[in-house]
């Protein structure tokens, strides 16, 4: 029997609804959030992005602050925006969008970020308090993942979740998260990576696998034991000449075969990618109620 599949897209809906009525309530209290955006450059897939998450903070009623400002920008004018962003009462939320220009020290830029504002969840102080448990802006795409897990059902507690891939994005803070004494969380995890040996080995283990290597076809069938749930973080282009725009989009696993044994799996695109701006409205409202005293 196939896998069930994991509708991030509706996943994702549901909590914009729930957002969408928290954001009225605050509204009647005459707090407004507000997420200040910064765009350095003319990325296509940076403009989109953005684009995109404007158009979220729309949706659901916060307040947007939009900043696309040129690619020869200084360092210098860039970092005196996310100070004039730190100091507006109306911004709880900063983001500015990664990758910037090879002329701009990106961690300057995020170290210079209040982490009260840090919805983005990439500044130190928060990376640190997430990582003791205590509580903290988590990084968007981790935290998705986690909310996918919990809103299907799937039991953590005493789970083996094998992550495959390190990064600072998605691998280790979304281990980090997983292996928390608290409610959906409390699993064994173990991380693996590109140094791994016989990673085979590792993920027939897994009563959960976190795919997030940035390759496709990480992740084989029979890598994968019967029942297991599967989710797959990766974006990537393969070339397709029967596509219009020539590639087509595949996560880390080779879906296709490895549904045939997983008990829930995630598409791509539609699984995970809905959630990652879902999770940042959600962290700006959390800032909005912080900044206010809400609980």
Request: proline fraction near 5%; glycine fraction near 8%; hydrophobic fraction near 40%.
């Amino acid at each position: 029997m196939s896998a069930k599949i994991i509708d991030g897209k509706q996943v994702a809906a549901d909590i914009r609804a729930e957002l969408k009525n928290e954001v009225a309530s605050l509204r009647d209290r005459g707090v407004v959030p507000g997420l200040g955006v910064i765009l350095v450059g003319d990325d296509p897939a940076s403009k989109s992005y953005v684009t995109a998450k404007e158009r979220a903070c729309e949706e659901i009623g916060i307040f947007s602050d939009d900043n696309r400002l040129s690619a020869e920008t200084a360092q210098e004018e860039l970092l005196a925006l996310v100070d004039r962003m730190n100091k507006d009462p109306k911004i709880n939320g900063i983001l500015v969008q990664l990758p910037l220009p090879k002329h701009i020290d990106e961690s300057a830029v995020l170290l210079a970020i209040d982490p009260d504002k840090d919805v983005d969840g990439f500044h130190p102080m928060n990376v640190g308090k997430m990582v003791v448990g205590e509580k903290a802006f988590l990084p968007c795409t981790p935290h998705g993942v986690v909310q996918l897990l919990r809103r299907s059902g799937v039991e953590t507690s005493g789970a083996h979740v094998v992550v495959v891939g390190r990064s600072n994005i998605v691998g280790k803070p979304v281990a980090n998260m997983l292996l928390q004494k608290k409610e959906g969380a409390n699993a064994t995890v173990t991380l693996c990576h590109t140094r791994t040996r016989d990673l085979a080995h590792f993920t027939r283990q897994a009563d959960i696998i976190i795919a997030a290597s940035g390759w496709p076809n990480t992740i084989t069938a029979d890598m994968v034991k019967e029942g297991a749930v599967i989710i797959d973080v990766g974006v990537n282009r393969v070339e397709d000449a029967t596509r219009e725009r020539g590639y087509r989009l595949v996560g880390d696993v080779d879906f296709e075969a490895v549904k045939e044994k997983a008990s829930l799996i995630t598409p791509v695109p539609g699984g995970v990618g809905p959630m990652t701006i879902t999770m940042l409205l959600y962290n700006t409202v959390e800032s909005a109620k912080l900044a206010n005293g809400i609980d």
